[in-house]
């Protein structure tokens, strides 16, 4: 079984650009999580999808920070634009239902930005 | 609302030396409680869980945690550390109120060295 994909593995870029992430999930996983880790610290929740609609993104700086899943599978995040606070590692993690009850969440490997 | 608190942000041990890492957590309701390690440039992959059942759990490489409710503990050991060991352990709860979904809410991760 494919895990969980993400690309890019690195991104460098200088603050004030734009990037973007992109998720894809363990096949017929209906619960994907975006989390942000910045070093030293654990990841946090940055936004959840349940299919293709938000269940969680209290925590998403909404002012620069997007997420899409439009056809229930794949997901971009999108950091526009971007501050030297937003260099992390970007993990993304699926599960087969967040919810009701617990499912064990994959982690991909993550992508890891630089902000100059 | 719930949340982690991993005691020691490095610990070093020799190689066939007991492994302990600290977590206490916080919980209003009867939490489920996990550990996970993630190597270097890696995802996080899951240890072991607490879903309230057995209070002694065994996991993957040896592993294995207890949970104490009196004590708001969930340590995790291992009876003699292997080089391999070596990585970034991060102990985690599972956020239960609905606008928390089923996110997981980390401590600020351990890392374990292992010395020969």
């Known amino acids: 079984e494919a895990g969980v994909a993400q690309s890019p593995r690195y991104k460098i870029i200088e603050k004030r650009q734009s990037v973007a992430f992109w998720c894809n999930p363990i096949s017929g996983h209906a619960t994907l999580y975006w989390y942000q880790q910045i070093l030293g610290q654990g990841p946090k929740l940055l936004i959840q999808f349940q299919n293709n609609g938000v269940v969680d993104d209290s925590q998403l700086p909404k002012d620069r920070f997007s997420a899409e899943r439009l056809k229930g599978v794949d997901s971009t995040l999108k950091i526009q634009p971007a501050k030297l606070e937003d260099s992390a590692v970007y993990l993304c993690?699926?599960?087969?239902?967040?919810?009701?009850?617990?499912?064990?969440?994959?982690f991909g490997p993550g992508t890891r930005l630089t902000v100059l | 609302a719930q949340s982690v608190t991993q005691l020691g942000s490095h610990v070093s041990v020799s190689e066939g030396a007991l492994v302990l890492l600290r977590c206490n957590y916080s919980?209003?309701?009867?939490?489920?409680l996990f550990w996970y390690v993630q190597y270097p440039n890696q995802g996080l992959q899951l240890l072991l869980k607490?879903?309230?059942?057995?209070?002694l759990v065994k996991g993957i490489n040896g592993f294995e945690a207890e949970f104490k409710k009196s004590e708001t503990s969930f340590h995790l050991t291992k009876p003699s550390a292997h080089m391999s060991d070596a990585a970034e352990y991060f102990c985690a709860v599972r956020g239960l109120t609905y606008n928390q979904g089923g996110k997981l809410i980390f401590g600020q991760g351990t890392e374990l060295s292992v010395k020969p």
């Open positions: 919980s209003s309701v009867p939490p489920y």
């Open positions: 993690a699926s599960s087969l239902e967040g919810q009701s009850s617990y499912n064990e969440q994959f």
């Open positions: 607490y879903t309230s059942a057995a209070t």
